[in-house]
């Protein structure tokens, strides 16, 4: 599932392709992926908008227009790829949007999980999606007293809680995994039993574990690739995710594999005591 390093690598990727590209016209074969507003609302209003820019705000894509901001939401498996006009449509290719340069904007996904929103830029941290999410891993405003305030009365493992993209936006769970390992907090601790040292590792190593898996172009899992053969490396980085029954890089203790809200979590029993 992309994850904030895989979504920053979406980003960057198309930024280098898309921008200045002003679209000519859309195709919506999957209705489902439009959450906002309708699909013929959607259609009117995006046609000759022009690519000036593209964010990120958490796991949201967010291409700036003219009026508006598209946000997009890759889900499990969305990705966007750029094709030449006239190219066979894949059965998966949900939205395609014809760019002024003879190239389409296509965005696939099999999985059919993926949302997009199109919101008047004035709006556009007034309302849903965005006006729900939480600090940024690298905001001034990530403090230990935010998370103490925050964790207080959250009873929930610390591994289901930084999954929560109201408090900070863009952990999912391989590197909310990598996260508690480097931070030698065992994944089922209740939050609101965090010490203020923890909560201070967390911080540190949320920026740490994301920053280097930027750099290292996301992480590349299963059906995972960000954009036109984009694939990340920083799997060969992992610690602790997807390392069940082998050594703990710390102590040699065995890795092992419990299940914290649903999810699968990977974590070292001697070192995350």
């Known amino acids: 599932m992309p994850e904030l390093p895989e979504v920053e690598t979406v980003k960057e990727t198309l930024k280098r392709q898309i921008l200045n590209n002003r679209i000519v016209g859309v195709k919506v074969h ?119 305030d925050k964790y207080k009365n959250k009873s929930l493992p610390i591994k289901t809680v930084l999954l929560d993209q109201q408090i900070i936006v863009g952990i999912g769970n391989i590197y909310a995994d990598e996260i508690l390992f480097l931070s030698s907090i065992n994944p089922l601790k209740q939050s609101k039993k965090l010490t203020k040292k923890e909560l201070q590792l967390i911080i540190d ?36 995710h997807g390392k069940e029954g082998k050594p703990c890089p710390k102590c040699n203790d065995t890795i092992v594999k419990i299940k914290v809200g649903g999810r699968g979590t990977y974590y070292c029993r001697k070192c995350q005591k």
Do not use: C
């Open 30 to 148: 999957y209705a489902k992926t439009i959450e906002f507003p309708s699909v013929e609302e959607f259609k009117k209003q995006i046609i000759n908008q022009t690519f000036i820019d593209i964010k990120r705000r958490g796991k949201w894509l967010m291409f700036e227009l003219n009026d508006y901001y598209l946000l997009s939401h890759l889900r499990m498996e969305g990705k966007y790829n750029i094709k030449d006009i006239g190219d066979e449509l894949d059965k998966h290719e949900h939205v395609v949007f014809t760019l002024d340069n003879n190239k389409e904007l296509r965005y696939k996904d099999v999985r059919k999980f993926g949302k997009m929103h199109l919101i008047l830029k004035d709006d556009i941290y007034n309302r849903l999606p965005l006006k729900a999410l939480g600090l940024e891993p690298n905001d001034k405003e990530l403090t230990v007293k935010y998370l103490k």
């Open 205 to 240: 190593n949320t920026k740490i574990v994301l920053e280097k898996a930027i750099k290292a172009g996301g992480t590349t899992i299963r059906s995972y690739t960000s954009s036109e053969g984009v694939h990340g490396k920083f799997q060969h980085e992992l610690l602790v």
